[in-house]
């Protein structure tokens, strides 16, 4: 959830979509992102639209946001009609989504598959955080149809926990995949961050040495962005700690490659890595490639057929606008044919399966021999990909290409 999005249109508030988006939904498909912005502690890197328990009244909290949520699915039902296809994917994100009692998850699940049904193999996911769920919660998502865990285990270590304000235990992430495993669940996947103050090499390697010590099927590896506004943005802007530049970044970008390869895991996406094409993450993937998705929850975003809409993002808000019977959106942009070229340029190119060159205007594809000559890409030769090392400039690689 970026804290500032584009200012766009106004967004009808009825939640209507035009005959040219809903036109793409028999031919694309569809998947569904829940957002819960609850939060037991907020941590001093985050940017995200979340909340703790002091900063919501009762009109704002877990009650007002579930009946706006069912609210939500009963009007995406009627914006997309029967054209929609059954749902591929579904993502429970925040926040953390497993401060909510499981029966409050599945409950959303079975109302998004009752009005639109699910694939039978769909990919539904819920991030938890390691000290808001044991092996009862475990047991109750898997029965209600949740298939996937999504763990922010961000470190190993301690004293690198504490500067993130994670207040979980460093081994209870890795104790969780157990218990997911003997729960049922067959896809587990564990989210890093490197690049924390303070943190060591050795700090970081210990982080991956420990997630390779459980295999999971899939991980997530991200550098710390110390976001304006955030309590650690303040501490930074203090002096009272330093971030990590940019070459150490770089450093800790490759230890994980070189550690996570050796584990049996392929980078699909920059920051992402499966045990095997079967274990990629298929909601981002949805994300990724252009696909439809209606977003849920305060602060939502959502794209079906080229136009894309985000919600109020206050809970309070977001829940009376529903309860009035309008849609919850506080904007919108329809895309032109362009916009989504340079997108798909920007999201494809860093997946490992690449970009076709024929999304390239003419001009762009002239610039291609140049990244090839620095060893950024490689082209074979329908399709362009980034190699390691473009990997680690991958910002660069595509204004490069697109300017």
Request: glycine residues 10%.
């Amino acid at each position: 959830m970026p804290s500032a999005p584009p200012p766009g249109e106004p967004a009808p508030t009825d939640g209507s979509l035009p005959a040219s988006a809903l036109a793409s939904l028999p031919v694309r498909p569809l998947s569904f992102y829940v957002h819960v912005p609850f939060c037991r502690v907020r941590c001093g890197y985050c940017d995200f639209n979340t909340y703790t328990a002091d900063q919501l009244g009762a009109d704002a909290g877990p009650d007002a946001w579930l009946r706006a949520v069912h609210s939500e699915i009963d009007m995406a039902a009627r914006v997309l009609g029967d054209q929609a296809p059954a749902v591929e994917t579904v993502f429970f994100g925040g926040g953390t989504p497993t401060l909510l009692r499981p029966s409050q998850l599945t409950g959303v699940l079975a109302h998004i598959s009752d009005r639109f049904g699910l694939q039978p193999d769909a990919e539904v996911t819920t991030e938890a955080n390691p000290e808001t769920i044991g092996p009862a919660e475990l047991d109750s998502l898997i029965a209600g149809g949740i298939n996937r865990l999504s763990l922010g285990m961000q470190s190993a270590v301690p004293h690198v926990l504490a500067t993130l304000d994670r207040v979980h235990t460093p081994g209870r992430a890795l104790e969780l995949v157990a218990m997911a495993r003997r729960a049922g669940f067959g896809q587990i996947s564990l989210d890093l961050i490197y690049g924390t103050p303070g943190e060591r090499t050795e700090d970081w390697q210990t982080s991956l040495d420990a997630v390779c010590s459980v295999h999971p099927d899939h991980v997530s590896a991200y550098a710390l962005v110390i976001e304006p506004g955030t309590a650690m943005a303040r501490k930074v802007a203090h002096g009272q700690i330093r971030p990590v530049d940019d070459d150490e970044e770089a450093d800790d970008y490759l230890m994980a490659e070189a550690t996570l390869a050796a584990a049996g895991f392929q980078n699909y996406e920059v920051s992402n890595w499966a045990r095997d094409s079967g274990h990629r993450a298929r909601h981002n993937m949805a994300y990724w490639t252009g696909a439809n998705w209606w977003g849920i929850g305060p602060g939502a975003h959502s794209h079906v057929g080229g136009v894309r809409w985000w919600n109020l993002r206050h809970p309070g808000r977001y829940a009376a606008a529903l309860a009035a019977g309008n849609s919850a959106a506080q904007a919108r942009e329809v895309l032109d044919a362009e916009t989504r070229r340079v997108e798909r340029v920007l999201l494809e190119l860093r997946l490992s399966d690449g970009l076709p060159v024929e999304v390239l205007t003419a001009t762009e594809q002239q610039r291609l021999s140049g990244l090839a000559e620095r060893g950024l890409i490689e082209i074979d030769p329908d399709w362009v990909r980034l190699t390691l090392d473009g990997r680690l400039l991958a910002d660069g690689v595509i204004r490069d290409l697109l300017d």
